[in-house]
């Protein structure tokens, strides 16, 4: 065949990938919108990539430590959740064990850290982690909203231990990360941003939640009423949430990465695309690029409507790999953005 009349290919990039058959033996003994298909959408996702050129590469999974747990989670919690294992129980109204779940959240942390190893000493920069249960509501010392142990705080504090001096965890998880705040609330070596429907559960994530301390300014939330789309957060991540982080310029960005803002998620009510997930995962990959050496991780968090979870976590990696994401048009007046621009500039040093 003539060189002319092939079809172009895309460039093959390479990514870390985090999944283990162990994730799914958390399972909710009820039916439960946190539940194992999750990851049956997240990895046709990963197929569809690698489809379009994306080849991933896996960590081998391991158990997180009690060293590395305790970085963000008292002893005490550490404790209590290994007194759950081998028990089936509901921790609040939301949040289910399995015999299992206790060992298998251990194993998500874990396999995270073994990743961002990987991410700061390897060839690869970028990953994506297909983590359950997720992690970004857990507390230093509660288990809450499907999540036991958080697992992007472990994660960010694993780098600072190894020696990275900032860290950016950008949330666009449509529940706010309450967990996440909380743990780097004084730290101004983690930079903790969040868009999420507002008010919502978990009822925090106002604009005016910008740190104590020394840690003020380093915590960002943009909230947004419902029934917003694609314009809405593209005018949050260009007004507030790229200026922010560019500024910031961290040595690894970390994205805590939920799906249930998509239009067809039952547990919530905002209206993003797949594409609009492309665009942010894009936006933030150019970042890492440009201040951290290219390091990313995608982390899985909420996302239950599962074609949603799928397109929008094939958009997200192909973001971050191909980097041929649609852009977005902003929509400049919505007042949530706005708020959330006036609180970071009081807050910290940001141009809108």
């Known amino acids: 065949m003539p060189a002319e009349s092939r079809s172009p290919r895309a460039e093959s990039a390479r990514i870390l990938l985090v999944d283990d058959p162990r994730f799914e033996l958390h399972a909710a003994a009820e039916e439960h919108p946190e539940r ?12 569809s990539a690698a489809r379009a050129g994306i080849v991933a590469e896996r960590i081998t999974p391991r158990a997180a ?23 089936t129980a509901y921790l609040d109204p939301d949040t289910y064990v399995s015999p299992q779940s206790v060992d298998v959240a251990r194993l998500a942390a874990g396999s995270l850290v073994a990743m961002i190893d990987r991410v700061i000493d390897g060839d690869v920069p970028k990953g994506v982690a297909l983590l359950r249960p997720p992690g970004h509501h ?4 509660q288990a809450m909203g499907f999540c036991l142990l958080n697992n992007v705080a472990v994660a960010a504090a694993h ?6 001096e900032r860290v950016a965890i950008i949330d666009w998880d449509v529940h706010h990360g309450n967990g996440t705040q909380e743990i780097f609330w004084r730290d101004p070596a983690v930079l903790y941003v969040s868009t999420h429907q507002y008010p919502f559960y978990p009822g925090t994530g106002a604009a005016d939640e910008t740190g104590e301390g020394e840690g003020t300014g380093f915590t960002v939330n943009v909230p947004l009423a419902a029934f917003r789309g694609d314009a809405v957060y593209a005018s949050a991540f260009e007004r507030v949430i790229l200026p922010v982080v560019d500024e910031y310029r961290p040595d690894l960005v970390l994205i ?7 239009l ?9 695309s797949s594409d609009a997930f492309g665009w942010m995962a894009q936006s933030l990959a150019r970042i890492a690029d440009q201040h951290a050496k290219g390091r990313l991780a995608i982390v899985l968090e909420g996302g239950y409507d599962l074609p949603s979870l799928e397109d929008g976590l094939r958009s997200a990696v192909t973001g971050i790999g191909l980097k041929d994401a649609t852009e977005l048009r ?23």
Do not use: C, I
Request: proline share 4%; net charge positive.
């Open 256 to 262: 805590s990465a939920g799906f249930d803002a998509a």
């Open 36 to 47: 194992p298909a999750r990851l049956h959408a997240a990895r046709a996702a990963l197929n």
């Open 159 to 164: 780098a600072r231990a190894r020696g990275l």
């Open 138 to 141: 857990a507390r230093r010392s």
């Open 264 to 272: 067809r998620d039952p547990l919530a009510q905002m209206e993003l």
């Open 330 to 352: 902003r929509a400049n007046d919505d007042p949530g953005v706005v708020r959330a621009a006036q609180a970071a500039k009081r807050a910290w040093r940001v141009v809108s």
């Open 65 to 87: 430590t009690d060293a590395e747990l305790m970085r963000v989670h008292s002893g005490r919690f550490l404790d209590e959740l290994d007194k759950l294992r081998g028990r």
